[in-house]
């Protein structure tokens, strides 16, 4: 299992908002950034926040993320059916001195 | 545009090697870290190895500690992952992404991959 834990999938109707949780532990989450990704069915992910809150430019403002603690959250607010879409939260371990990433949560909009 | 070009995937035996490839353009290749991510087949994301700026410092997964290698030609803007003792398990799209995941600025963009096959 992935060292960041992320719940399997999340779905909401058309304009609603839906959070993504990322748990870890101090070691990753808990003194490093953290990052989310989005992948599109079919294509590469893309970053969609860095630096734990920062959007990178072309990112519309529905996305945003936070953190806190040892535990991570992306949230989506108006949701629109093209945000359908494996969302994928990663940082680094300084205990493993590697990388992580969560095992990825799938976002259905209803 | 930044541009990340992955090439060197296909078919191999278990045990076989590989020796992937990344071009990249539109930035300059030399003062950033770059990171390989792999992705099996309907499965989720893996970190694999990153180096940083100089090539100096390398950082691997377990899961392919001893057997794989991630190093880079700054002369040639071009990042490798040479795997050796290839096994079942290492068959996945193999994408080169620009930054490390302890970087601030997180792994950004990605390329499109490459396939790697291992199979008798």
């Known amino acids: 299992q992935s060292v960041l834990t992320q719940p399997p999938s999340v779905s909401a109707a058309p304009g609603q908002k839906v959070t993504i949780s990322c748990s870890g532990s101090?070691?990753?989450?808990?003194?490093?950034?953290v990052s989310w990704y989005q992948q599109l069915p079919g294509t590469a992910p893309r970053l969609l926040i860095y630096?734990?809150?920062k959007r990178p430019s072309g990112i519309p403002d529905r996305f945003s993320g936070s953190k806190s603690g040892t535990s991570a959250t992306l949230d989506i607010t108006g949701l629109q059916t093209g945000d359908e879409a494996d969302y994928y939260c990663?940082?680094?371990?300084?205990?493993?001195?590697?990388?992580?990433f969560g095992g990825g949560t799938k976002v259905t909009v209803l | 545009e930044v541009q990340l070009l992955e090439s060197g995937g296909g078919l191999v035996q278990p045990g076989g090697s590989l020796r992937l490839s990344c071009a990249a353009s539109?930035?300059?290749?030399?003062?950033?870290?770059f990171t390989w991510v792999r992705q099996a087949p309907g499965k989720g994301l893996e970190w694999v190895a990153s180096?940083?700026?100089?090539?100096?410092?390398?950082y691997n997964a377990d899961s392919v500690k001893g057997r794989f290698t991630i190093s880079r030609d700054n002369s040639r803007d071009t990042l490798f992952l040479q795997m050796h003792s290839l096994r079942v398990e290492d068959t996945a799209l193999y994408y080169c992404?620009?930054?490390?995941?302890?970087?601030?600025?997180?792994?950004?963009?990605w390329g499109q991959g490459t396939l790697v096959t291992v199979s008798s």
């Open positions: 992404v620009k930054g490390g995941l302890g970087r601030p600025q997180g792994v950004d963009p």
């Open positions: 539109g930035f300059s290749f030399r003062s950033d870290a």
């Open positions: 180096i940083d700026e100089s090539g100096s410092n390398t």
């Open positions: 101090f070691s990753n989450i808990g003194s490093k950034y």
């Open positions: 630096g734990n809150n």
């Open positions: 990663g940082a680094w371990d300084s205990s493993l001195n590697g990388g992580v």
